[in-house]
């Protein structure tokens, strides 16, 4: 039998209800702020920020996510109807309270994106002659907290995704955030757009933000029958031993399937090799936020599994 999924979207699996983990995620000691960032695209940027925040999400958090790209691809993979919708270009030019453009994910109770809206991709350009232009989410980002946190429904995480570039929207995203977690596909070009990243990210930390760091790298499109991915994965353990969480996301065709469903793989099949590694992927950055001590129950295959 045929799978339907893999025929035509007039057979779209709908998202009804979420798996819920038997182990739930610790909760960080305050809201962690993520950029996801690259400077070369096709690296998995966004199919990383979706599915970690949906992970993440499935484990009992509250997660937020800024779709800060205006190709829109994480309202894609969320089920986020674009057309018609207030969404971040309002929050950045035209001051709109970021409570007003978020919208609650379907099926999942815990998180909620900021969209994309057709307009963003102007946004640069506008503004250009505003003042304190790189600050404009920061700004909108921590009122949003503020009063998120007053009315007892803190946001435990905030993920960011961002452009394939260096411009204004990056730079913004950057100067929100407290932490960066950096995608790098297990090929040479990836490792260049680390570098380009690092110099960017050292002007900020001197004009903008000191306290934004890299915090989080992520190997994706693994292929472990290549010499070159070994190569570069090897290459990334020596360098940055403790940002790299060493759960390589592999090459599969359910990951790269799942957004034309307008779905994460964490719905699509949480099943599948990539959703498994994406969910421990995301337990570990849990982990690390809460300042829990490795405890190895906390392994890599239960996240997929029902309560």
């Keep these: 039998m045929n799978d339907s999924r893999e025929t035509s979207k007039a057979n779209k699996p709908k998202v009804i209800g979420i798996r819920r983990l038997k182990e739930p995620m610790p909760t960080p000691l305050k809201t962690r702020v993520f950029t996801v960032a690259n400077q070369k695209g096709g690296v998995g940027k966004t199919t ?175 292929d472990s029958r290549t010499r070159l991915a070994n190569d570069v994965a090897n290459s990334v353990r020596q360098h940055f031993p403790n940002e790299l969480i060493d759960v390589p996301i592999p090459r599969a065709v359910r990951v790269s399937e799942a957004p034309s469903f307008n779905q994460t793989v964490m719905t699509y099949d949480a099943s599948s090799p990539g959703a498994i590694a994406y969910m421990t992927v995301a337990r570990e950055i849990a982990r690390r936020g809460s300042g829990e001590p490795l405890n190895n129950s906390n392994n890599l295959n239960n996240g997929a599994h029902t309560a």
């Design 48 to 222: 990383t920020a979706v599915n970690i925040a949906a992970a993440l999400a499935m484990g009992g958090l509250k997660v937020l996510v800024i779709d800060l790209d205006p190709q829109g691809n994480a309202c894609t993979a969320l089920g986020i109807d674009r057309e018609d919708i207030a969404g971040m270009y309002e929050v950045l030019v035209k001051d709109l309270p970021l409570s007003q453009v978020v919208e609650k994910v379907a099926g999942f109770p815990h998180l909620e994106c900021a969209p994309a809206d057709v307009e963003l991709a102007g946004a640069e350009i506008n503004m250009v002659g505003f003042v304190s232009r790189e600050s404009r989410l920061k700004l909108a980002l921590e009122k949003f907290l503020a009063e998120r946190e007053a009315s007892g429904n803190r946001i435990d995480y905030v993920i960011i995704d961002c452009p394939p570039s260096l411009g204004l929207l990056t730079v913004n995203a950057l100067t929100a955030a407290e932490e960066v977690m950096v995608p790098i596909q297990c090929e040479y070009y990836s490792l260049e757009g680390l570098t380009l990243l690092l110099k960017t990210l050292q002007q900020v930390q001197q004009m903008l933000n000191q306290r934004v760091r890299i915090s989080t790298i992520v190997l994706t499109m693994f």
